[in-house]
């Protein structure tokens, strides 16, 4: 009885396939921006909560100057190679992995995107550099709460 009920929702889908293609189509069409809003509040915690599994305490904040914009930070590998692993998994994977545990964090570090650059050029010229990044909190008024 089962197998025949599967049987027949594939022949009707096979039959009927091209519309239910227009009606998915249709469907995408009508709900694109609540859905695109909705992948992008979802991928934003994704990276919100790879981020605080990497901070110290779960307070996630730049190692280099202090900054807790969340908005600012980035996952940092200290020893570099982070482009490759980001263009060889992609980020979403990466952050996915973090949260899982299946990639291990050691060798990652919070820091805002002026210090990764820093940190960044740091390793390629194999010195420190005459750069100071400064977080002044009380300068910085953000509109989004
Ligand atoms: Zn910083």
């Known amino acids: ?82 482009y490759k692993e980001r263009v060889r998994k992609g980020a979403k994977l990466l952050y996915c992995n973090i949260i899982s545990g299946e990639r291990k964090i050691d060798d990652l570090d919070i820091r805002c995107k002026p210090c990764n650059s820093i940190h960044y050029l740091e390793l390629k010229c194999g010195e420190k550099l005459p750069f100071n990044i400064t977080w002044t909190k009380d300068r910085y008024s953000p509109n989004i709460s």
């Open 1 to 82: 009885m089962l197998s025949n009920r599967k049987e027949y929702n594939r022949d009707y889908r096979e039959k009927h396939i091209d519309e239910e293609r227009e009606r998915n189509r249709k469907w995408y069409l009508e709900h694109k921006y609540r859905k695109n809003q909705k992948d992008k509040i979802r991928r934003m915690n994704i990276r919100k909560k790879a981020i605080q599994i990497v901070s110290k305490n779960n307070i996630p904040y730049c190692v280099g100057c202090g900054c807790d914009d969340i908005r600012l930070l980035e996952i940092n590998h200290i020893n570099g190679g982070g």
